[in-house]
């Protein structure tokens, strides 16, 4: 596909409540079926207190506006039964280099982790 390309970087935080110490979380992302949009990191784990950097990129060769979505999926890492999924809205306007998201950090402490 030619055309330019654009990109937002995104910080995906595991930063627990004060007090509590945390946990390792595991995610995976997934661009809904738009082939325009493409992530890096698509899936890992984050530590406790940690951050990882997510580049989103758009790429087209027409000039029309885009619309997508990227779902996160997060697991606790010592127990992967519990998982939540969050969604983040992207657009972009095709042709040129130029792309939105709808936040521009995921913050994970809502997600419930085990006790060992």
Do not use: C
């Not at 110490?21 to 698509?42: A, C, E, K, P």
């Not at 998201?101 to 809502?110: G, V």
């Amino acid at each position: 596909m030619g055309g330019t390309e654009a990109t937002k970087t995104l910080t995906l935080w595991n930063a627990p409540p004060r007090g509590v110490t945390g946990s390792s979380i595991r995610y995976s992302l997934q661009v809904d079926d738009n082939s325009h949009f493409s992530v890096s990191h698509d899936n890992g784990v984050i530590g406790a207190k940690k951050s990882q950097e997510i580049t989103i990129s758009f790429k087209s060769t027409e000039a029309k506006v885009v619309i997508g979505l990227i779902v996160f999926k997060l697991q606790d890492a010592a127990n992967p039964s519990q998982e939540i999924t969050k969604t983040l809205k992207v657009s972009a306007i095709g042709k040129y280099p130029f792309i939105t998201l709808d936040q521009s950090s995921i913050d994970f402490q809502t997600l419930l982790v085990s006790k060992s």
